[in-house]
Nanobody
Framework: QVELVESGGGLAQPGASLKLSCKAR????????MTWYRQAPGKERELVGSIKGGGETNYVDSVKGRFTISRDNVRRTTDLQMTTLRSEDTAVYFC?????????WGRGTQVTVSS
């Protein structure tokens, strides 16, 4: 059974940094692209970025240069390092992967950016 568990959210001031982590179970992790999404209050869930098994990353324009996605294929984790946080980064952040034609999601972790 595929399971994704996010951690590391919390409250941060504008300009600060936070790191989120996602632990995966039930998949041969190194073979899977891992994706981060976020959902702000009253808005649809949106893509943040992704990392392929070999480490290639992609980001949406709004986080380029501020967010970095990494992975540890031994520990089966992917991290989202967020820097220079803005109020508009406030959202629930979700980890995602696709397995056997289905999307799997974690429960999400709340990130609130406020002074």
């Amino acid at each position: 059974q595929v399971e994704l568990v996010e951690s590391g959210g919390g409250l941060a001031q504008p300009g600060a940094s936070l790191k989120l982590s996602c632990k995966a179970r039930g998949i041969n992790f190194r073979l899977y692209e891992m994706t981060w999404y976020r959902q702000a209050p009253g808005k649809e869930r949106e893509l943040v970025g992704s990392i392929k098994g070999g480490g290639e990353t992609n980001y949406v324009d709004s986080v380029k240069g501020r967010f970095t996605i990494s992975r540890d294929n031994v520990r089966r984790t992917t991290d989202l390092q967020m820097t220079t946080l803005r109020s508009e980064d406030t959202a629930v952040y979700f980890c995602n992967t696709r397995h056997q034609g289905r999307n799997f999601w974690g429960r999400g972790t709340q990130v609130t950016v406020s002074s």
